[in-house]
């Protein structure tokens, strides 16, 4: 995961309450703080390093570590600047990395099932400036990978995606190409790795994703995930490819398979 400039805002909210004014220069909702006559994430930031010390001393540091304190603000926003909620989800996160192993993920580690062209970063930005995902579906064949493959090569190209994130950047867009899928690239297994991913171990790290394209036999898929997505289901648009070429990259910066 790449770090995000570490910044610390100063929310001041006033001692009585019958006007609340939340005063804030970040971009992010704070309707549901607690209300403190100063609420200082530097402060917050301190508080959840030195309970993940005490509490989880044998989790690692440096970098996506406890003490990672750009990790620690990202996942306080996540929870509302709440500091149990940051601390008990950044926990799962920081121990699901140690276990996954992120860190030795290479090109080459994921070089065998990066080669079915499924799943690639794309080389240029959107027009929005967001890194691009693409995941074609008519290339995946559940059975002819095994499911941890593919989870790895998953999260391979979520990192490689946010190494690509421009200065003041902070999420990636995601798509699904849906040309030419059947019954045999549906995988519910998987699609729910990819979400339940992104919601735990990168949140808010994602900002849309775009199903191209779909086609009948795709909607009785959709709808068994949708319930399972919760909230990230906003987060889908589905839409043509046409709306791709014209909406979100330009002629120079189109996807390849986008070019027909």
């Known amino acids: ?41 530097r402060k917050l930031v301190l508080s959840v390093k030195e309970k993940l010390e005490k509490e989880h001393h044998s989790l690692p540091v440096g970098t996506n570590g406890r003490d990672d ?12 600047f709440s500091v149990e909620e940051a601390v008990s989800k950044l926990t799962k996160a920081i121990k699901w990395r140690q276990d996954f192993e992120v860190s030795k993920l290479t090109e080459e580690t994921v070089q065998v099932v990066a080669k079915t062209g499924k ?14 995902l693409v995941v074609v579906a008519s290339k995946h064949f559940p059975e002819a990978q095994e499911p941890a493959d593919d989870e790895r090569l998953c ?9 690509k994130l421009p200065a003041g950047k902070e999420q990636i867009l995601g798509i699904v190409d849906l040309r030419g899928f059947g019954t045999e690239n549906a995988d519910l ?10 919601y735990y171990y990168y949140p808010k790290r994602l ?27 906003s987060l889908v648009r589905f839409c043509s490819a046409d709306t791709v070429r014209k909406e979100y990259f330009t002629e120079e910066t189109l996807p390849p398979c986008f070019r027909d």
């Open 1 to 41: 995961m790449v770090p995000v400039r570490t910044v610390y805002p100063t929310v001041a909210l006033p001692l009585s309450l019958s006007n609340l004014s939340v005063r804030t220069n970040f971009a992010v909702r704070c309707s549901n703080l607690h209300p403190q006559p100063q609420l200082d994430s």
């Open 69 to 80: 304190e750009d990790l620690i603000l990202w996942f306080l926003k996540d929870r509302r």
């Open 119 to 132: 799943a690639y970063v794309h080389d240029f930005l959107d027009i929005n400036g967001r890194p691009v």
């Open 155 to 163: 999260v391979f190209l979520i990192e490689k995606a946010l190494s």
């Open 189 to 198: 297994k998987y699609l729910t790795f990819l979400f339940d991913v992104f």
């Open 207 to 233: 900002s849309q994703v775009l199903f191209v394209d779909a086609p009948f036999v795709f909607k009785p898929i959709w709808q068994l995930v949708k319930p399972l997505l919760k909230s990230y289901a």
